[in-house]
Structure formats: C-alpha cells, structure tokens
C-alpha cells in the first residue's frame, strides 16, 4: 500500500509566520474607516434578521449605507489625489 503522506506537504499550505509588513499595516489604517463602516452595516442587518424591520432599522441601516458610501468615496478621493498628486 502507497502512503500518501509524503504528497501532504505539497498540498498544505505553509503557516502563515511572518507579521504583516508596514505597507500592509498602512494601507488597512488607511482603509479603517470603510472598515468600521461595512461592520456598522452588517450588524445593522444582522440585528434585522429574526425580527420585523421596524422604521428605526430602516433609518439605522440608512444610515449606515450613507455611511459605507461616504467611506468609499472619501477612500477613492484620497487614492486618486494620490495618483494625481504630481501631475498637472
């Protein structure tokens, strides 16, 4: 009979060891405050799901929907000020 144990080590991944590196530590600093806001909206839905939606849910993930999209706009306005920076 073949083992097969010898083929394992080519299908496992390798451990992740190292830490994250500080472009990587940046660049989710940077991204923290759409971060926070897709969890704002998650738990806004979440909190919806084994109950009727009531008219403070629906202004509580509005809310938290302007906020995901004001994230991301702010998040992409900063990349391409970034891009543009030199150029004129």
Do not use: H, W, Y
């Not at 590196?21 to 989710?28: G, H, P, Q, T």
């Not at 629906?58 to 306005?77: K, M, Y």
Request: aromatic content about 2%; overall charge negative; proline content about 5%.
């Amino acid at each position: 009979m073949k083992s097969i144990a010898a083929l394992q080590a080519v299908v496992t991944a390798t451990p992740f060891g190292r830490e994250p590196s500080d472009a990587e530590l940046d660049a989710i600093e940077t991204e923290m405050p759409l971060i926070l806001a897709d969890v704002e909206l998650l738990d806004a839905v979440i909190n919806t799901l084994d109950r009727p939606v009531s008219k403070l849910d629906e202004r509580r993930i509005r809310r938290a929907r302007n906020r995901v999209v004001a994230a991301r706009r702010d998040l992409t306005n900063r990349a391409a000020l970034a891009t543009t920076d030199g150029a004129a």
